[in-house]
């Protein structure tokens, strides 16, 4: 590898786009090849960012010599085996949440990983967000522990849109995707395991196929608790808050503002180099690569969560809800 990694990013969506604003920020890094679906609007994409290689194969990216590392911001079905697509290529790879969207798919990334030592990361943006991050160093210091989180992930999306507003081919999934978020960020800020679950759900979309509606219940081995609301058919304010209590405090987090229990804000702007989590998960995920170890928010690190979203498949299964 040489001095700048050169990296290829497979997806030119809602989140591609985040990505490519976020790595234009950090130094010694290129975006060398970008692979999407529709040719005409990954080239328009390409052009816009100086991106030289553009394809609609992943392989043909792959294929390039030059390219160290890949970045997959592609349909949630794909993102297990594309993810062993890259490990067996010889590549590091960062995949956007989330990492499979069955555990099996998830293991075997893992295994993958493990066989070839090769950086890989999946894009669990809330570990990075200067939010939560002010939250984690004040429970690393000693000074908070969570008694219980209250969670709650709403949107209004009755078809297959994208963060832009755009339509996108795959639908989306409130248990594999958007719980994912909460439910590996309360094992990291507890500093526990998960060692109770529990799940209900809504009816299915005649049209979608998913459940517009749910509900999660978690419990930490440290006592902690958590609870998760989760909505497609909440008609604004739409995105996912967090309030966290503790023993010296109640903290309120959305996305990057930060809030103390009587709504004063917390000033978070000097927790890390950026306000950016997209930008901040990709600094990780270079560093790693940089520094030859283990990235925050690995394979490994995240594989307890798509356990316990696993368990609350089958649960739901069973119910036949």
Sequence with gaps: ?????????????????????????????????????DLDKTREVADKYGIGHIATDLADSLALPEVDAVILCTPTEMHADQSIQCLKAGKHVQVEIPLADTLKGADE??????????VAMVGHTRRFNPSHQWVHKKIRAGEFNIQQMDVQTYFFRRTNMNALGQPRSWTDHLLWHHAAHTVDLFAYQSGGEIVQANAIQGPIHPELGIAMDMSIQLKSSTGAICTLSLSFNNDGPLGTFFRYIGDTGTYIARYDDLMNGKEEKIDVSRVDVSMN?????????????????????????????????????????????
């Design 277 to 321: 989590g997209i930008e901040l998960q990709d600094r990780e995920f270079f560093a790693a690569i940089r520094e030859g170890r283990e990235p925050n928010a690995s394979v490994a690190q995240v594989l307890p969560c798509y356990r316990v979203l696993h368990q609350l498949e089958q649960q739901l299964e069973a119910a036949g809800v």
């Design 109 to 118: 990334v893992a295994r993958m990983q493990k066989e070839t030592g090769l």
């Design 1 to 37: 590898m040489t001095n700048t990694i050169k990296v290829a990013l497979a997806g030119a969506g809602a989140f591609g786009i985040k990505h490519l604003d976020g790595i234009t920020n950090i130094d010694g890094v290129e975006v060398v090849s970008l692979v999407s679906r």
